[in-house]
């Protein structure tokens, strides 16, 4: 949800050393100076500001439509299904619309897209409200966000560049992040109180409006503070050429690869959770909110954690991946619902550092040109598992049990995470250092031609 002039130049492609095989992202001039130094921008405020309004209105729909599934079908199947529906078109389309994306002007294009949004939450609205509500109206409006996000997530992703400059980029990125766990801490309170006192229908209602606000704020910007980049011109091989400069580029395709297995097997959240909330614990909508609510807790911590580091480093990626997968493996045998629940703080922090990292990685380290196909690619393999993971999640969900599905899931993000991290340090001749540093312990990565030079001496 996050992502100048022409005189603006790209942040210069990350270089391979030795202590980071994927190279660091290049830091902002403000990078630990202070943690919410982008918002010094006005344009930037007023989006800032939209959107903790509208991703609010976003969690209670994605609450309220899992819940409403759930309730309607009994299967946790059919919940994977609705999350795969929405995240489907960025697995077909996503590409192509990162093409779109470098080619139009980001403010209007974010215009459109939040405004069709906004019209499905208030058509399943007064489906719901009416009484006329089947599953398969949830599944038609989830699949026609998801053809509106094809479009709406590069171009916001893209358009925070324009709005803060290549400098208080790192800190957008970061910052975004934080907004969106923050409206998630809000978001899942306000659907389960909505779901058990009104019903579903007002949850969607609420985020229909919300949209309201980012438009709004769209509309009072700036444009003249605005870092123009030049768009791309209409042309044959654009997206072909997209693809070229990420194959060109190992520590992308590394980051956009270990972010697809974690992003698949690992985020399967709308499914684990409800079950978890409703067949293992037997505890309603609200546990159910309130896995979400700590879940978000813990995200938002990252985000601001992030936000002050000011760094993204592949090394922070992996470790991330690997704690990550590992706390949902503890999570899924946890005996007691308020023991799964606490576990849902440290998954957030550590699942928000991995979104983090990643994001602000791929997005500093590409030319701002090809943006918008990089960025497209990165949100079609992030959001676009989904629709591959959830139903395998359901499925094993249904047939084994969500405890095995939540393990299995984390057993394959930490799987990855070490098998990358592990083949980085190899082509970088790296070896794992363990030891001592001003009375704290540290563990990093360093060079063997290091370890046989102090042998040598």
């Keep these: 949800m996050s992502t100048g002039s022409g005189a603006d130049s790209a942040p210069a492609p990350s270089t391979s050393t030795p202590e980071d095989p994927a190279g660091p992202s290049k830091p902002s001039k403000s990078s630990k100076s202070s943690m919410f130094s982008s918002l010094k921008s006005r344009n930037y405020r007023l989006f800032f500001a939209g959107q903790v309004v509208s991703n609010t209105g976003t969690w209670m729909q994605r609450i309220a439509q899992d819940w409403l599934v759930l309730s309607l079908t009994?299967?946790?199947?059919?919940?994977?299904?609705?999350?795969?529906?929405q995240f489907l078109p960025m697995l077909l389309f996503g590409l192509y619309g990162g093409v779109l994306v470098d080619r139009l002007?980001?403010?209007?294009?974010?215009?459109?897209?939040?405004?069709?949004?906004?019209?499905?939450?208030?058509?399943?609205?007064?489906?719901?409200?009416?009484?006329?509500?089947?599953?398969?109206?949830?599944?038609?409006?989830?699949?026609?966000?998801?053809?509106?996000?094809?479009?709406?997530?590069?171009?916001?992703?893209?358009?925070?560049?324009?709005?803060?400059?290549?400098?208080?980029?790192?800190?957008?990125?970061?910052?975004?992040?934080?907004?969106?766990?923050?409206?998630?801490?809000?978001?899942?309170?306000?659907?389960?109180?909505?779901?058990?006192?009104?019903?579903?229908?007002?949850?969607?209602?609420?985020?229909?409006?919300?949209?309201?606000?980012?438009?709004?704020?769209?509309?009072?910007?700036?444009?003249?503070?605005?870092?123009?980049?030049?768009?791309a011109p209409r042309g044959k091989g654009q997206l072909r050429e997209g693809l070229h400069y990420v194959a060109g580029r190992p520590d992308l395709i590394w980051t956009i690869v270990l972010v697809g297995f974690v992003s698949t097997f690992g985020f399967n959240f709308p499914v684990y959770l409800s079950a978890f909330a409703d067949d293992v614990f037997h505890a309603g909508?609200?546990?159910?909110?309130?896995?979400?609510?700590l879940m978000?807790?813990?995200?938002?911590?990252?985000?601001?954690?992030?936000?002050?580091?000011?760094?993204?480093?592949?090394?922070?990626?992996?470790?991330?991946?690997?704690?990550?997968?590992?706390?949902?493996?503890?999570?899924?045998?946890?005996?007691?619902?308020?023991?799964?629940?606490?576990?849902?703080?440290?998954?957030?922090?550590?699942?928000?550092?991995?979104?983090v990292t990643a994001n602000s990685s791929v997005q500093l380290s590409t030319d701002p040109a090809m943006r918008g196909r990089v960025m497209s690619l990165y949100m079609m393999v992030f959001m676009g598992g989904a629709?591959?993971?959830?139903?395998?999640?359901?499925?094993?969900t249904d047939a084994y049990g969500v405890r095995a599905g939540l393990a299995v899931g984390g057993a394959i993000a930490a799987a990855a995470a070490v098998t990358i991290g592990l083949f980085l340090a190899r082509v970088g001749n790296l070896r794992l250092s363990v030891g001592w540093h001003h009375g704290h312990p540290r563990v990093g990565l360093v060079p063997r031609e290091r370890e046989q030079l102090a042998t040598a001496a």
């Design 285 to 293: 909508a609200g546990s159910y909110s309130l896995f979400n609510t």
């Design 387 to 396: 629709p591959l993971g959830a139903p395998i999640a359901g499925w094993i």
């Design 105 to 231: 002007p980001k403010r209007p294009t974010l215009l459109v897209t939040q405004s069709a949004m906004a019209v499905t939450g208030l058509a399943l609205a007064f489906l719901t409200l009416s009484g006329h509500v089947q599953v398969w109206h949830v599944y038609l409006a989830a699949f026609a966000v998801g053809l509106a996000t094809v479009v709406d997530n590069p171009a916001r992703q893209t358009f925070v560049s324009e709005m803060v400059g290549p400098d208080e980029l790192q800190n957008a990125v970061s910052l975004n992040s934080a907004n969106f766990q923050s409206a998630r801490l809000i978001g899942p309170a306000v659907a389960g109180l909505m779901i058990t006192g009104v019903g579903t229908g007002w949850a969607f209602l609420a985020n229909g409006l919300s949209f309201v606000a980012p438009i709004a704020g769209l509309l009072l910007m700036r444009t003249r503070d605005l870092h123009v980049v030049e768009r």
């Design 74 to 85: 009994g299967s946790s199947t059919a919940v994977g299904v609705t999350t795969a529906l």
């Design 296 to 355: 978000a807790v813990g995200s938002l911590a990252g985000a601001l954690l992030a936000a002050r580091r000011g760094t993204a480093r592949m090394r922070v990626l992996v470790a991330g991946a690997v704690a990550f997968g590992t706390l949902e493996i503890v999570a899924a045998f946890a005996p007691s619902l308020w023991l799964f629940a606490l576990l849902m703080v440290p998954i957030g922090m550590f699942g928000m550092t991995v979104n």
